[in-house]
């Protein structure tokens, strides 16, 4: 028993879990506002006490495979400001359209309180702050989830890679950086049609390298050299572990040194109390994110990441001050960055980050991360012939400036010891996104992914006709 590993173990639960529910169910559905008939995105749709569930898309679109043994158990659809909707799921009518009251909250009475209520935005947010060590996980955990990785112009995607990925926390109090791991398992798409001709992002590959990049011209760089340049590129901007164990990931790493929403995040943010909405029938604080006295700057090595303001919204738990969601937006402010920004990306908006977390045993997890920013690949021409350069037959600003968008839905938590260990025994944890990987196809017919949008999935079909195209 002793060589039966963590593998093994799955493989064997796996197999039974489809030899008994062959007959899957997949839930399919649009959720809606009641009044305005407006679709609402990032609905939760999930399984009552399971970590089985998955998010509406864009269009209120959602997909849910549920296994037969859930099959008599409850359907929550819910969304912050509106009235659950729940039903058994062997009596939900699939295909139909849910649609969601608006709820508003009112603050009871209380006349003895032993710990006194924050009244104002920031109180509440640092309330919520002290209270992590008791919100977030204290044991270490596993978690299965989907990523989309998509990269884009303002035409057409030029390249996406869709993923099965583990995580391993071992909890709050320990720091990301050496204790948080993640592993791609599976991969379901992988198309790249980028063009290489970045010489921008080769001259920043020569510099980490202490190399001199000075009068580059593309007749002259092998393809290979730049295809390395990129691979750098992507890695340090855009790998899985950047997101998990930096700055971004605001929760989860609160408590290290620097922390945005950290020690002494009240010197570059303010809240502001907005109002209290209700969210599957508890109340939560909408609190508005806005700039402190001071710019936010990241400190990324390797790249000017300074010069910021924040903006947002934070919703916290009334009873518990348990974080469920953060909208966080970095726009560039000072005048150094908002001129860099301008002529590097096009854009304001730096970084655009959506996390919210789900409630499970007590404890908040991971349930969903959207995070957008501009990259440094075949962007805009700085130099002094930029009029000349548009002027050109042909030029079109659209497909100049691009940006990636990576979107992770969690779904199973592991919680068993031994399973965690022998995981962390036999997996090799590569974070890696972009090596290809072969393509099991009886792997994903029971994994919940995330379900694009109308716009996306003719994004996604005319990239992977080119893809045929191009291997042709």
Do not use: C
Request: net charge negative.
């Amino acid at each position: 028993m002793k060589h039966f590993t963590l593998k093994s173990l799955f493989t064997l639960f796996i197999f039974f879990i489809t030899a008994t529910t062959f007959a899957q169910t997949e839930l399919k559905g649009k959720v809606a506002d009641f009044l305005t008939f407006q679709p609402i995105e990032s609905a939760s749709v999930y399984i009552e006490n399971t970590t089985i569930g998955s998010i509406t898309n864009a269009d209120g679109n959602f997909v849910l495979k549920v296994p037969q043994q859930h099959l008599q158990d409850t359907l929550v659809i819910s969304s912050i400001g509106y009235k659950s909707f729940k039903v058994i799921i062997s009596e939900f009518e699939n295909g139909s359209d849910i649609f969601l009251e608006e709820d508003v909250a009112s603050l009871d009475e209380v006349v003895i309180v032993a710990d006194p209520r924050p009244t104002t935005g920031n109180g509440i947010v640092e309330k919520a702050i002290e209270k992590l060590p008791k919100n977030l996980p204290e044991q270490a955990y596993l978690q299965k989830g989907f990523l989309r990785h998509k990269e884009r112009n303002k035409k057409e995607y030029k390249w996406l890679i869709e993923s099965a990925i583990t995580l391993y926390d071992s909890s709050y109090a320990a720091g990301a950086k050496d204790n948080l791991k993640i592993n791609v398992d599976e991969t379901r798409k992988s198309y790249d049609l980028r063009d290489v001709d970045s010489l921008f992002t080769y001259s920043a590959y020569l510099k980490s390298m202490n190399s001199k990049a000075s009068n580059l011209n593309r007749n002259s760089i092998k393809t290979s050299s730049l295809i390395e340049a990129i691979k750098w590129n992507d890695s340090r901007v855009n790998g899985l572990e950047n997101l998990f164990k930096g700055k971004l990931n605001l929760v989860r790493n609160s408590n290290v040194t620097g922390a945005l929403l950290g020690k002494n995040m009240l010197e570059k943010h303010q809240f502001e109390l907005d109002t209290i909405l209700v969210d599957n029938g508890r109340k939560i604080y909408k609190i508005k994110i806005e700039k402190g006295a001071d710019f936010v700057g990241l400190n990324t090595p390797n790249i000017y990441n300074e010069g910021f303001e924040p903006k947002g919204w934070i919703y916290i738990y009334y009873d518990n001050y348990a974080i469920k969601k953060v909208e966080y937006e970095l726009v560039a402010a000072s005048d150094v960055q908002k001129k860099r920004s301008k002529s590097l990306f096009d854009t304001q908006t730096i970084h655009k980050l959506v996390m919210t977390y789900k409630d499970y045993d007590g404890k908040m997890y991971p349930n969903y991360i959207y995070y957008e920013t501009p990259k440094l690949v075949n962007t805009g021409d700085r130099s002094s012939d930029r009029i000349k350069t548009e002027a050109e037959p042909g030029f079109d600003k659209d497909e100049q400036y691009y940006y990636t968008i990576q979107e992770i839905l969690f779904s199973d938590i592991i919680q068993e010891p031994e399973l965690i260990k022998q995981e962390l025994q036999q997996n090799d944890w590569s974070a890696d996104i972009f090596s290809s990987k072969p393509y099991n196809e009886s792997f994903w017919k029971s994994y919940n992914v995330l379900l694009e949008s109308k716009e996306e999935e003719k994004l996604i079909q005319d990239l992977s006709k080119r893809a045929s195209l191009y291997k042709e």
